[in-house]
C-alpha cells in the first residue's frame, strides 16, 4: 500500500512539474549584444520599444514598434498583439520593460526578450540607431 501512494505521489509531482513547464513562459534578459544578435537573425520577431515619444524622437532600434508604457493606453495595446510571436522589449534603462516582460506573461505571451540595460546602453555600444 505504502508503494503504491508513493508512485501516485510521484506521479503526480512529475504531472504538476511538466503541466507548469509547459505554461510558463521564459523571460530572458539579453545584454545588447545578444539582443543585436538575436533580433538580427530573427526576422519574425517583433521589436517593441516601450519608451515615450519625446525619448524615441532621441532616437530608437530600427524595426521597432512604439508602445508607450507609462500611457494609459499601453495595456490595451500590447493586447493587440499576438501572444504566439516572439517579443524584443527595451525602455530607456531596462525598468520599465522588465515590467512589462512580467506583465506579457502573465497575461500568455509566449517568449518575450528584454533588453537588459535598454537603449542607453545600446546606444553607448554605438549600435544602429534610426530617427525619424
Given at each position: 500500500m505504502k508503494k503504491l501512494i508513493l508512485v501516485v505521489v510521484a506521479l503526480?509531482?512529475?504531472?504538476?512539474?511538466?503541466n507548469a513547464q509547459t505554461q510558463s513562459t521564459v523571460i530572458t534578459n539579453l545584454s545588447s549584444e545578444r539582443f543585436k544578435a538575436i533580433t538580427e537573425s530573427d526576422k519574425a520577431g517583433v521589436?517593441?520599444?516601450?519608451?515615450?515619444?519625446?525619448e524615441i524622437a532621441k532616437g530608437y532600434i530600427k524595426g521597432a514598434v512604439f508602445v508607450d508604457y507609462l500611457s494609459k493606453e499601453w495595456e490595451k495595446e500590447v493586447a493587440k498583439l499576438d501572444k504566439n510571436k516572439t517579443y524584443y522589449v527595451y525602455c530607456a534603462a531596462g525598468g520599465r520593460s522588465a515590467d512589462a516582460a512580467e506583465y506579457m506573461e502573465k497575461h500568455g505571451f509566449k517568449k518575450v526578450y528584454n533588453?537588459?540595460?535598454?537603449?542607453?546602453e545600446w546606444s553607448k555600444k554605438g549600435f544602429p540607431i534610426e530617427k525619424k
Open positions: 503526480i509531482t512529475v504531472a504538476v512539474k511538466t521589436i517593441v520599444d516601450l519608451r515615450t515619444p519625446d533588453l537588459e540595460k535598454g537603449f542607453s
